[in-house]
C-alpha cells in the first residue's frame, strides 16, 4: 500500500504562485507514473500533468502551460507542482496519483485545496 500525502495548497491573489508537493510513503518512482489532477468548479476531474518514470512531463489543460512545471524526485519519493501566475480558474482541489499496469496499482492521495481569489 502506498500513500500519497499532498501539502503546499492555500490562498493567493490572481497572479501569486503556490508549489505543492507530493509525498509517497515508500519508493515508487521507478516503476510508477505520478500525475496531478484537479477538481474545479468547471471539471470533476481533471488531469493536470503527468510524469513518467522515464521523465516523460506532459500538460494537458492548455490554460496551464507556461504556468505550471511539475517535477518528480526519485530519490524522495516526491511529486512537484509549481504554479505560478495563478488564475481564479486554477481554484480546486489538487490531487496526487501514482499509478502503474504491471503489476495494476493505482494510489490516490487525499487531496490540497487552492484558492485563487481577490
Known amino acids: 500500500q502506498v500513500q500519497l500525502v499532498e501539502s503546499g495548497g492555500g490562498s493567493v491573489q490572481p497572479g501569486g504562485s503556490l508549489r505543492l508537493t507530493c509525498a509517497a510513503s515508500?519508493?515508487?518512482?521507478?516503476?510508477?507514473?505520478m500525475a496531478w489532477y484537479r477538481q474545479t468548479a468547471a471539471r470533476a476531474l481533471e488531469l493536470v500533468a503527468i510524469?513518467?518514470?522515464?521523465?516523460?512531463?506532459?500538460y494537458y489543460p492548455g490554460a496551464v502551460a507556461g504556468r505550471f512545471t511539475v517535477s518528480r524526485d526519485n530519490g524522495q519519493n516526491t511529486l512537484t507542482l509549481q504554479m505560478n501566475n495563478l488564475r481564479s480558474e486554477d481554484t480546486g482541489v489538487y490531487i496526487c496519483?501514482?499509478?502503474?499496469?504491471?503489476?495494476?496499482?493505482?494510489?490516490w492521495g487525499q487531496g490540497t485545496q487552492v484558492t485563487v481569489s481577490l
Open positions: 510524469v513518467r518514470p522515464d521523465g516523460t512531463i506532459n
Open positions: 496519483n501514482a499509478h502503474s499496469s504491471n503489476p495494476p496499482q493505482n494510489y
Open positions: 515508500s519508493t515508487i518512482g521507478t516503476v510508477m507514473t
